[in-house]
């Protein structure tokens, strides 16, 4: 009961001054189910780390829940132990051969996310579903099997281990979870908040060590006939002119703190990154744009929306030695960790 009415009061709070929480809310529209090796990039929220506005006298944090009520694909609502949600939860995020101490700290940040999209309440009598591209990916004990064949016992037991040495542990600040968002792969340096979403403190830019070495497909390029470039544009942005030559078509190319794109002129149109990134099925904003005879050449690097914790770079951070504590410091900056 004591939950219910905490989460009755987080609401509150969203439905009275929260705005940002819908964007976080969304997931990156080119996020891949697990597979090939990749981890999977994933924003999505956790409980915004504001104070409570000073009229309402914030409630004491219950801690990390002991189970969870999840929508299935069904339709169906399942109440499930919480340890037991998170094992398909890792399973499905991070490859289950990543070094141990990533492993704990996805687990720990998926814990984070799920307590904040119970919070948020936004599927009526479950409190976080199933589908990647809206709440947190999740695989069954058969899809697992499926994955995992002959080596599932062993990939099993690495998933396990990591959510039960991170029982109960989740990022707050204030005792309140956070936003705990996260993502495959970044080019150099993870990606403001406040360029993607809105200004979170504790979602800002640092270096993040994976390199090509790392990471599966770490530079991708997307190669368009300038038919294609143009056609795709002008779907978006009727008004873009491409009359001129085409290798005039690309204009003004501006760039984030982070390195990576935030607008570019196509055809005379100033485009944001992310929706250039929509437009061309792009792995990410860091991209660079070339014209040649032939057409054009988007070369990309690392995978996902760039926010928060990098997958690869969590395991590379591990295998140069760090603990899951120390990376899930320094992805989520002036976070506690409460155990
Ligand atoms: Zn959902």
Redesign the pocket.
Same mark, same amino acid.
């Given at each position: 009961m004591k939950r219910t009415i905490l989460y009755a009061y987080i609401a509150l709070l969203v439905a009275v001054g929260l705005p940002f929480l819908a964007n976080l *809310?969304q997931r990156d529209p080119l996020a891949a189910p697990d597979g090939g090796g990749e981890a999977n990039p994933t924003p999505s929220g956790a409980v915004e780390e504001a104070p409570p506005p000073s009229a309402l006298p914030a409630p004491e944090w219950p801690g990390a829940p002991e189970t969870i009520d999840v929508?299935m694909k069904d339709g169906s609502v399942e109440t499930m132990d919480m340890q037991t949600y998170l094992v398909g939860v890792v399973a499905a995020e991070m490859p289950a051969d990543f070094h141990a101490e990533a492993l704990k700290a996805q687990a720990v940040a998926a814990r984070t996310y799920a307590m904040y999209?119970a919070a948020c309440a936004?599927?009526g009598p479950?409190q976080?579903?199933?589908?990647s *591209?809206?709440?947190?990916a999740w695989q069954s004990d058969g899809e697992l099997r499926d994955k995992w064949g002959e080596l599932y016992h062993e990939k099993l037991e690495n998933i396990r281990a990591a959510v039960e040495g991170t029982r109960r542990e989740y990022l707050a600040v204030g005792g309140w979870p956070v936003f705990a968002a996260f993502h495959s792969s970044s080019a150099g340096a993870t990606e403001n908040s406040a360029d993607v979403w809105s200004a979170v403190p504790y979602l800002v830019s640092v270096e993040s060590p994976e390199t090509a070495e790392d990471v599966p497909n770490y530079v991708s390029t997307v190669r368009c006939s300038p038919i294609d470039l143009r056609d795709a544009v002008l779907s978006a942005h009727p008004e873009a002119d491409f009359s001129g030559a085409e290798e005039t078509w690309v204009g003004a190319l501006r760039r984030d703190g982070s390195g990576r794109v935030s607008s570019v002129t196509l055809g005379g149109v100033e485009l944001d990154g992310k929706e250039v990134r929509a437009l061309f099925s792009l792995r990410s904003t860091a991209f660079e744009l070339a014209y040649d005879a032939g057409g054009f050449t988007f070369t990309v690097t690392g995978f996902g929306h760039g926010v928060g914790m990098s997958q690869y770079g969590a395991d590379k951070m591990a295998r140069l030695g760090a603990d899951y504590t120390e990376i899930l410091a320094h992805y989520y900056p002036g976070t506690e960790l409460v155990k």
């Amino acid at each position: 009961m004591k939950r219910t009415i905490l989460y009755a009061y987080i609401a509150l709070l969203v439905a009275v001054g929260l705005p940002f929480l819908a964007n976080l *809310g969304q997931r990156d529209p080119l996020a891949a189910p697990d597979g090939g090796g990749e981890a999977n990039p994933t924003p999505s929220g956790a409980v915004e780390e504001a104070p409570p506005p000073s009229a309402l006298p914030a409630p004491e944090w219950p801690g990390a829940p002991e189970t969870i009520d999840v929508l299935m694909k069904d339709g169906s609502v399942e109440t499930m132990d919480m340890q037991t949600y998170l094992v398909g939860v890792v399973a499905a995020e991070m490859p289950a051969d990543f070094h141990a101490e990533a492993l704990k700290a996805q687990a720990v940040a998926a814990r984070t996310y799920a307590m904040y999209c119970a919070a948020c309440a936004k599927h009526g009598p479950a409190q976080i579903c199933t589908d990647s *591209g809206c709440c947190q990916a999740w695989q069954s004990d058969g899809e697992l099997r499926d994955k995992w064949g002959e080596l599932y016992h062993e990939k099993l037991e690495n998933i396990r281990a990591a959510v039960e040495g991170t029982r109960r542990e989740y990022l707050a600040v204030g005792g309140w979870p956070v936003f705990a968002a996260f993502h495959s792969s970044s080019a150099g340096a993870t990606e403001n908040s406040a360029d993607v979403w809105s200004a979170v403190p504790y979602l800002v830019s640092v270096e993040s060590p994976e390199t090509a070495e790392d990471v599966p497909n770490y530079v991708s390029t997307v190669r368009c006939s300038p038919i294609d470039l143009r056609d795709a544009v002008l779907s978006a942005h009727p008004e873009a002119d491409f009359s001129g030559a085409e290798e005039t078509w690309v204009g003004a190319l501006r760039r984030d703190g982070s390195g990576r794109v935030s607008s570019v002129t196509l055809g005379g149109v100033e485009l944001d990154g992310k929706e250039v990134r929509a437009l061309f099925s792009l792995r990410s904003t860091a991209f660079e744009l070339a014209y040649d005879a032939g057409g054009f050449t988007f070369t990309v690097t690392g995978f996902g929306h760039g926010v928060g914790m990098s997958q690869y770079g969590a395991d590379k951070m591990a295998r140069l030695g760090a603990d899951y504590t120390e990376i899930l410091a320094h992805y989520y900056p002036g976070t506690e960790l409460v155990k």
